[in-house]
């Protein structure tokens, strides 16, 4: 099985609504989706803007009710084949606990932008080599990872995050759900090409 992280500051926000998207649209996939928090937070719900912005995005009420926070840490972060940071700060932490997943740990917004910009041949054609799920995404992941370098980087450097809604207007949870979702896509494209490959 392939598993993929998500991680934020507290794990009530950005994260949840990523791994429950994620989790919905590769449900039929061989695969486990989680999230954790930075900051440290055991076992908190996520807060009702943040479970309405997750159910206006179709992810169902009990997912978004059921969802509770735990810490990032390095026992957490030793298995996943893709670690998907909300900001890049959430990045450099994951790097600090673990600095061996440096490859395999992007913004989630870094890595659709390099995504993008990786064909599906070449992801096929990587991932292709490798018979089981994770070795499969792993693979894919490198592809997208070789991009780094050659994709022109953003206009400004805070385009590969997603602002922090907590606390924060509703406007503010939807631009955070704006700036997630399309992002979305560009994972489960790699992931499916990926796991997938012949």
Known sequence: MFEIITVCTGN???????EQLLRQRLADLPGIV?????????AVAMPPEGQKLAIQYGVSPEMAAAH???????????????I??????HRRSIVEIAPARLRSAFTLREFARLAADASDAD??????????????????????????GMTA????PD?????????????TYERAGEQ????IDQVVRVVRLSVSAA
């Open 180 to 183: 997630l979702v399309p992002a």
């Open 12 to 18: 009530i926000c950005r994260s949840p609504l990523a």
């Open 123 to 148: 992801i096929i054609a990587a991932a292709g080599a490798h018979a089981d799920p994770s070795a499969r995404l792993r693979a894919g992941v490198a592809a997208v990872a070789a991009r780094r």
């Open 159 to 171: 385009d590969d995050d997603i602002v922090d809604p907590y606390r924060r207007s509703w406007a």
């Open 153 to 156: 980087p953003p206009a400004s």
């Open 68 to 82: 509770r926070a735990r810490p990032l840490t390095a026992t957490v972060l030793g298995s996943p084949d893709l």
């Open 34 to 42: 989680s999230s954790a928090g930075t900051y440290g937070l055991d």
């Open 84 to 89: 998907l940071a909300m900001a890049r700060d």
